[in-house]
T-cell receptor, first 111, second 112 residues
Framework: QKEVEQNSGPLSVPEGAIASLNCTYSDRGSQSFFWYRQYSGKSPELIMSIYSNGDKEDGRFTAQLNKASQYVSLLIRDSQPSDSATYLCAFYGGATNKLIFGTGTLLAVQP | SQTIHQWPATLVQPVGSPLSLECTVEGTSNPNLYWYRQAAGRGLQLLFYSVGIGQISSEVPQNLSASRPQDRQFILSSKKLLLSDSGFYLC???????????FGPGTRLTVT
């Protein structure tokens, strides 16, 4: 089992719709979870951090964490073409003492 | 505010040549520093991390090495590049026990 699993996509949504990105992880001891956005040819940019079960909202972005089910998701409301990018989830692996990254989901927002 | 710099932005090197990539951080003291590699279509692979001057931990045995000669400077080196060393090299920083990492602009290395 991979430490972090993400659907590689592409996930295609129309402009203005809600994009839902999901990630599952294997380390039950993980306490810190992150979403990064990576535009093609650019470096990853941290957009959300979440540490507790439940939802965390920041503008059009909502991160959801469910530790019992070992999944974290990112919702993007009112999706814009400028949101088109690869979204990487990551968690701090307490057992390994490092940040573990998924391979990312490619999001394409169609105008 | 904190800023992280990497250079060069792109590099094309022949097999067997040496490598030196540099990363510097501004606006913070005693950062944790990281080197990652992202190969085409693959995830981020942690290569090295450092919690202080001269303190380097290696994650993957390979022909690369890292050094931290100053608090906010992190250098990735190789004596002889392999074709498999091609990729996007990213430097990142964090502070203390905060696990949020922030990435530099990266260096795209092509070994020919």
């Amino acid at each position: 089992q991979k430490e972090v699993e993400q659907n590689s996509g592409p996930l295609s949504v129309p402009e203005g719709a809600i994009a839902s990105l999901n990630c599952t992880y294997s380390d039950r001891g993980s306490q810190s979870f992150f979403w990064y956005r990576q535009y093609s040819g650019k470096s990853p940019e941290l957009i959300m951090s979440i540490y507790s079960n439940g939802d965390k909202e920041d503008g059009r972005f909502t991160a959801q964490l469910n530790k019992a089910s070992q999944y974290v998701s990112l919702l993007i409301r009112d999706s814009q073409p400028s949101d088109s990018a690869t979204y990487l989830c990551a968690f701090y692996g307490g057992a390994t003492n490092k940040l573990i990254f998924g391979t990312g989901t490619l999001l394409a927002v169609q105008p | 505010s904190q800023t992280i710099h990497q250079w060069p932005a792109t590099l094309v090197q022949p097999v067997g040549s040496p490598l030196s990539l540099e990363c510097t951080v501004e606006g913070t003291s005693n950062p944790n520093l990281y080197w990652y590699r992202q190969a085409a279509g693959r995830g981020l692979q942690l290569l090295f991390y450092s919690v202080g001057i001269g303190q380097i931990s290696s994650e993957v045995p390979q022909n690369l090495s890292a050094s931290r000669p100053q608090d906010r400077q992190f250098i990735l080196s190789s004596k002889k590049l392999l074709l498999s060393d091609s990729g996007f090299y990213l430097c990142a920083w964090s502070v203390g026990t905060v696990y949020e990492q922030y990435f530099g602009p990266g260096t795209r290395l092509t070994v020919t």
